[in-house]
Nanobody, 125 residues
Framework: QVQLRESGGGSVQAGDSLRLSCAASGRALGAFAMGWFRQPPGKEREFVAHISVSGATVQYADSVKGRFTISRDNPLGTMFLQMKSLKYEDAATYYC??????????????????WGQGTQVTVSS
């Protein structure tokens, strides 16, 4: 079993940047494809990005493509989400998730066995 802990959330203004981190403990990060999801206030949780075990393959939701970058440092045991040009609609609780069954990850939440507790991002216009 792996434990995931997100950090880096906060309150920013529209147009600002923020970097989220997801630290894995209990098992090596390199055993999992990883993903970021978010849940805006009053809405369902939605896919943001996922990254393969090696880091070579990534996929983004259309809403964040070109603004967000997912990456991972397996020896460090940490995954990142660099967010630039933040918009008001990016405000949400952001969750990282680990997928043990696939090398590539998925945009489907049900594919992920392990989840962090979330970190909140607030964007003011």
């Amino acid at each position: 079993q792996v434990q995931l802990r997100e950090s880096g959330g906060g309150s920013v203004q529209a147009g600002d940047s923020l970097r989220l981190s997801c630290a894995a403990s209990g098992r090596a990060l390199g055993a999992f494809a990883m993903g970021w999801f978010r849940q805006p206030p009053g809405k369902e949780r939605e896919f943001v990005a996922h990254i393969s075990v090696s880091g070579a393959t990534v996929q983004y939701a259309d809403s964040v493509k070109g603004r967000f970058t997912i990456s991972r440092d397996n020896p460090l045991g940490t995954m990142f989400l660099q967010m630039k040009s933040l918009k008001y609609e990016d405000a949400a609780t952001y969750y990282c998730a680990a997928n043990e069954q696939s090398q590539y990850g998925s945009d489907w939440q049900g594919a992920y066995e392990y989840w962090g507790q979330g970190t909140q991002v607030t964007v003011s216009s």
